[in-house]
């Protein structure tokens, strides 16, 4: 595997886990503004930060996958993956339902990461 394939599978992961949050802060934040008027942007970069690294070491894993392990059930990888990385919200003391949708949606993340790394790396 090459490194300039590594780093646009890293760059389209990045994308993808960051991207989602600055449509979503933007859409929150939307009313009609003059044009002088500058657009919020409300992200913290901890948050930019931590998704990166996330995203690098997704990419990494992938790539161990892809390259030496195998390339069936990425599906499964990823899923256990996203598991994993959700497992902590199970104990934060929470409400059930925001468990459960924050859950839902960490794991259709780390799925979605999966098939355009597999995409991009396999």
Known sequence: MTLGRLVVAWLLVVLWFVLPIF???NLAHWKIRS???PIPVVVEPRFLIRRSIEATLLTLIASLWFDS???G???LLF???G???TLSSWFLGLPRKEVVTTGLTELV???IAG???AWRLS
């Open 23 to 25: 449509v979503l802060v």
């Open 35 to 37: 044009a002088d008027e």
């Open 69 to 71: 392990l195998g390339s």
């Open 73 to 75: 059930e990425w599906w």
């Open 79 to 81: 899923l256990l993956i």
């Open 83 to 85: 598991a994993l990385a």
């Open 109 to 111: 993340r780390y799925v």
């Open 115 to 117: 098939a355009l790394l």
